[in-house]
């Protein structure tokens, strides 16, 4: 959500939606949840049920539907609105405070009323546990949270942050029970207790089961009587032979870019049982360059693999264009995006103009050039994308490129360590934002471990974004933060995805939970009689 404008404003004369009309959701009476029971399949793990740990596609799927956040996106919209408040706003000039009334029907699913005291309780608990793994550094701006009763808080932040709305109502801001959660130890049972839709009945390594919350109060309304979800663990073939056999009703997340495509088109064709339901996504994938490795460390070595890199071909021949070529760190389709990387370097692969930037920096010899991957955690196919990526650097004479690549865990550890030159990176977005894309990877603390600094972006560009209540006003910053990644090179965008679920005929509403929130909403989905 955005203010429209700098000017002084009421307190609770809010720029977020008001009240909630009546009626629009459940309010704990039979009719929740009179739909059909729901099973999904999909790849992706869930590393956390805990949401002061959780930062991962896996996670934030049980957060979104499990929890409650103040505020939250509904299909289709980039702009988040009430859920557990009743109403929120910045109440202040320059971004900087944001007061939130809270609905006053809440309660958690054991029956202990939801107030102010455990909203306040979950955002200090994430900060103070500060899990490595976790959400914290998405709420790193507050400073300090106020309760003046029952039902009003109030942020305080240290800068004026116009992305905070946003922020909070993503996984980030999910509310726990302050009676049922260790200020300063995470939940390692494997129960969660929260407010929102659905509760978690059960969760084990390969299942979790999900039954609708009667005492829910809010915008949403479930449209099946529960949902079981079957976790494949990467294995993308056995996700496949699942959903054609029946055995899951709906398979998201995992499907390898040959499946998914070959289902499209038997759906397209009229001649398959299931159908494929596409949506729009901001996830991408990147390389990135650790700029203290003596190899990837070099401008001219990074230069020369931008100048090599052809996207279209990986695009049509691993991914089977169920993905698009990405030229510059914000995704299309995110407010401020441009194309800097092929205003830069072009499309196309040049050699010469490859092999010219190495003979200028003094590289004569074949460049030996590591790319580290892991299987499945950036995506089904990144293996097979970095081998062609790998042949594509190959092939111009100037690089010995190979890919190794490590389980997921021995991945993020080699990476924290800086082990790694050059290395692959996927992100699936928070929120809707150009600052989702930009903070991130180039603000103090960054996820990528790469040693890039650039005080043009992190002390000058991004706080300038970040007090622009109206989005619109950061496009130039942005732009011109994208033109120095490009000419800096700390990585390399590779492609931007879209969201795809391949389903039975019989399922339902899938269009209304695949979009750029990245929010996937159990309660949409339906199972009908044909």
Known sequence: MKTRSGRARPALALSVAATLLAGCGLTGDDSAGRGRPITLGMTDEVLSVDPASGYDPGSWLVFNN???????????ATE????AAEQCGFTDRVSQRYTCTLRDDLSFSNGNALTSKDVKFSFDRTLGIDDPDGPAVMLASID???????RTITFHLKEPDATFPQKIASGAGSIVDHREYQADTLRTDGQAVGSGVYTLEKYTADEAEFAVNPDYHGPAEARN???TMRLYHGDQQALDAAVRAGEVDVAYRGLTAEDTADLHSADRSGSGELKVVEGSSAEAQYLVFNLDDPVAGEPAVREAVARLLDREALVRDVYQRTVEPLYSVVPAGITGHTTAFFDRYGSNPDPEAAEAALRAAGITEPVELPLWVTPTRFGPDTVEAFERLADQLNESGLFRATVESVPADEFAEGVAAGEFGAFVRGWVPDYPDPENFTDPFFGPDNVLANGYVSERISQELLPATRAQADRAQSVADFATLQDIVAEDIPLIPIWQGRQYAVAAESIGGLQWTLDASTV????EIEKVDL
């Open 66 to 76: 499990v929890f409650q956040s103040l505020l939250s996106f509904p299909p289709g």
């Open 80 to 83: 988040p609105q009430p859920e």
């Open 144 to 150: 300090r949270i106020e309760t003046p009763d029952d």
């Open 225 to 227: 009587s529960g949902v």
């Open 520 to 523: 996937f909403r159990f309660w």
